[in-house]
């Protein structure tokens, strides 16, 4: 019996009859309204039509079809004196992979699965072969993310090519993969890999029942997988990593990590993913220890001033002028003299002004975003300041926070800091530093308490020793690297804490 | 069946570390009574901090799978263990509203003048309540992540304060009385070890119990000898009388860090890590008071009373030590009394009564 | 403002939890909840003259002879 649902038999699950006709007949009838669905005859020496293949056009390269497929059969037919199934079934295995179907609605998966179906008279078996026809990005450098050194291949739409390019990296006899069929309309595929000496097998299995109970009509991207398996719907942080890129992929299935792979999207999703590993980008990987190391730092310090660069400007602006040396007070001030606004409100117009700019130019075609980036920069960055909304050392500020924000290599990360910014803003401009304090500690407490199918987000910070956080945090040299030959050999994250733990406190 | 999430004797030992030393580093009463005799205060608490530990973890061990409430129940009896708890419960209100009012003052005097008391009360309250609704395991791993920042701050304090020392703190020695002495370990006992009973009441959630005793009694030296070297600190830069008549003396201190021309008057950034201290001391008593309430009022879904418990904070302390005045004269003259029957000596009971009953349970078999 | 939003608050807080801790079979939670959501209204009740206990002032009421008795002991001795 054919199961299209997870776990659910179809109610019309009926199998095929000897009488190909009546065959046809029934598959009309699904199809009926759909000129997509073509048929194309095979004829014996005698010219009665004893067999048909059908397909769903544009699924199936038709040119290969006609000229190979359709054409050796025909030949074959005419030259071999045998029944005619017979000699049809010897001609197809010659051509491919051939699958017996033996109900409608196998033949219903297989034909939307770019596969044609060749009926037999008198056979109450199809049988169907993969024969992709559609067109497919080529292999591109991903947008987003960009390497000066390393792999330059980017995953595409085509499930297949992806797991090509990964699995021309991994030839280990360790990668598993397990495949899930989503969306009730959509029958999409998706894989999830992993190496099956590394990963843990608890967060595997949590993660293989949460796809499981997916209830989707379409899945039309990775992000609907990613919302649905997250523990913290709620929280502004993404907790689940995606990546582009076949080289990041392969480095986290390494590391024990489990890499969910979805037809029709570039993106894979790597779980179980901790805060740290969305601060550094595979090119860690490409460049000398110094350099990458020198560059993780660097990244966390533009991520805290991404985070609270505005606030503490509107801190130590509004409430703390004390801290302020005294030549750069008189400079604020100055350059304050005249501006309507409290310094939180100016923060706010710029803020927002560069939140839409940014907005405006990812929408804009590429011929005009140039110029509305210069207009931007113009308005937000001198007519806005000779006209007296906003100061000069704020526009430097929220300059230095944007540029800030683009240093982080994760986009969904960028785009919570982003988000939290304003509220830490308003805590600011109403208490100074108390309120400044208040609102990282929440952040901070927030973050320590995400987690995903039991590991924490922010691991190994506050859940292993300051040492093997450390280490965890800066790249040795390759030498050096903790059992080399068995890299990451156990999860490389910790579970401490998670063992029996399912649910907040007072649940 | 759910589990509560269990912390490691590291980070029980690094809450009690961080609910002592961000709390208290701010007043040092005991600093201003005793002056260059303060160690001997620092010692007595130390001393009197790891016997009151010995106590609670001794009585903790002897029943290993059970909470401190239950152990209550099992020892005193039910209502004798209600009475105990509820008083208890009294002075965690008393302690909690004690430091929320301690911030909102310290703040309200020395930097936001013109924000009100309570809207600073109410942050930290509906802060606290998320902390305590999200739980332990989180609230010991971001103290964690806070006290590295905490200590790199205070170290640089240190550092920077050197030049600035005027005076030697030191000498000469042994000048305070008796009643002095006394009085000043009285206090730093009270604002200090005292509370150790509260994380008696977090023993049962650390993985490896044997260690709870080494993690905190190292972490009770630790904050003694923070305190000691802060309160020399303040003493040899400010001076004897300046302390004295000073309200928050290592504020003062940390005012006169300086890095070379140009930055001076850092002592916001380090305030602002004392505050996050000061939170994490009140949710502490705030998730306490509310696993110990659901024990004594026998409340078997305690995740309504969670909001609801956070809103009598607020409530309470908005209505508690209203005047400044009040406060200090409370915090030294009522503080320390009313704090010697749920912190010191019902630790001490259980105490006993675990060794009567050992010894009764040794001779029967 | 706030003592008058807080008084509303509470008691709101009070009655929901009631009739959800009720539908849920928790009636003795139920019951405890309104009471200490009316507890906590009674501090910002906007109509109630004169205070609402407060631990202070239980405590200076009940400690304050003890305590200046044991500090005057401490001074003489």
Known sequence: MLISKKGEEEMSQEPLRTFSNKNLQELKSIYVGNELLLFRTLADK????????????????????????????????????????????ESLHTLGDVNILTEIDEIENHLADSNFVLFIEGYDEAFGMKLPGFETRAIDEPQIELNIRGPREGFTEDLQKNLGMILRRMKSKNLKAKSFLIGQESQTKVMILYLSDRVDHEVLDELCQRIDSIHLDVLSDSAQIEEWIQDSTFSPFPQILNSERPDRVVTAMNRGKIVIMTDGTPNALITPSTFFEMLHPSEDQFERFYFANFLRIIRLLTLIVSLIGPSFYIAFTTFHLEMIPTPLLMTFLSAKAGIPFPTFIEALIMEVAFEVLREASMRLPRIMGQSVSIVGALIIGEAAVQSGIVSRPMVIVVA???????????????????????????????????????????????????????????????????????????????????????????????????????????? | ???????????????????????????????????????????????????????????????????????????????????????????????????????????????????????????????????????????????????????????????????????????????????????????????????????????????????????????????????????????????????????????????????GEYLERIEILLIGLWTVLTMVNIIIMQYVFTLVAGHVLAISKMKPFVLAIGLLFFVHASKSYIRTADHFTYGTKIYPISSLLPCVVFPVVLGLITLIKKKGNIKAS | MLNEALFVGSLCYGVVSFFLLNKKGKRYDAVIIFLLSCFIAGYNAPFIEGKWPTVEILYSGLYKSLSQYIFQQILIK
């Not at chain 2, 023993?203 to 000898?225: D, P, W």
């Open chain 2, 1 to 259: 069946m759910k589990v509560r999430e269990k912390i490691s004797h590291l980070q029980l030992g690094c809450l009690l570390f961080g609910y002592i030393a961000g709390f208290e580093s701010l007043f040092l009463t005991e600093t201003k009574l005793m002056k260059q005799d303060v160690w001997i205060a620092n010692v007595f608490n130390i001393l009197i901090g790891i016997a009151l530990l010995g106590i609670i973890t001794y009585v903790q061990r002897q029943f290993p799978g059970y909470k401190m409430t239950e152990i209550c129940d099992k020892l005193l009896g039910k209502w004798l263990s209600k009475i105990m708890l509820f008083i208890y419960l009294l002075s965690n209100l008393e302690s909690a509203s004690g430091g929320f009012r301690a911030v909102s003052m310290f703040y309200t005097t020395v930097i936001l003048p013109n924000t009100r008391s309570d809207y600073l009360i109410l942050i930290y309250a509906v802060c606290s309540t998320y902390a305590v609704y999200i739980g332990l395991g989180t609230l010991a791993r971001t103290n964690l992540i806070i006290i590295p920042f905490f200590l790199i701050g205070f170290l640089a304090t240190c550092l920077f304060i050197i030049p600035e020392i005027q005076l030697n703190p030191f000498l000469p020695q042994l000048q305070s009385s008796k009643s002095d002495i006394a009085i000043g370990s009285m206090h730093l006992f009270t604002f200090t070890f005292s509370q150790l009973i509260t994380f008696g009441f977090l023993m049962s959630r650390v993985e490896n119990m044997k260690k709870i005793f080494t993690s905190c009694a190292i972490a009770i030296l630790m904050s003694g000898l923070y305190l000691v070297m802060i309160s020399y600190l303040t003493l040899s830069s400010l001076g004897f009388n300046y302390v004295e008549t000073s309200t928050y003396p290592f504020f003062s201190t940390i005012q006169l860090v300086k890095l």
């Open chain 1, 400 to 507: 230095m926070t944007g540029i800030a924000s683009f240093t982080i290599p994760s986009y969904n990360t960028a785009i919570s800091l982003r988000l939290l910014r304003f509220p830490l803003m308003f805590l600011s401009a109403l208490s100074g530093m108390f309120g400044l304090s208040v609102g990282m500690f929440i952040v901070i407490f927030h973050l320590c308490s995400l987690r995903f199918c039991g590991v924490l987000f922010l691991d190994p910070l506050g859940s292993e020793g300051y040492w093997s956080a450390m280490k965890k945090f800066f790249l040795p040299p390759v030498k050096y690297k903790e059992g080399l030959h068995s890299e990451g050999s156990r999860p490389n994250v910790s579970r401490i804490q998670s063992q029996k733990y399912r649910g907040k406190d007072w649940e």
């Open chain 1, 46 to 89: 005698d010219n009665i039509n004893e067999a048909v293949i059908v397909y769903l056009n544009s699924l199936v390269d038709e040119k290969r079809l006609n000229q190979q497929i359709l054409r050796k059969m025909n030949m074959d037919l005419r030259m071999n004196d045998g029944p005619t199934g017979e000699v049809l079934l």
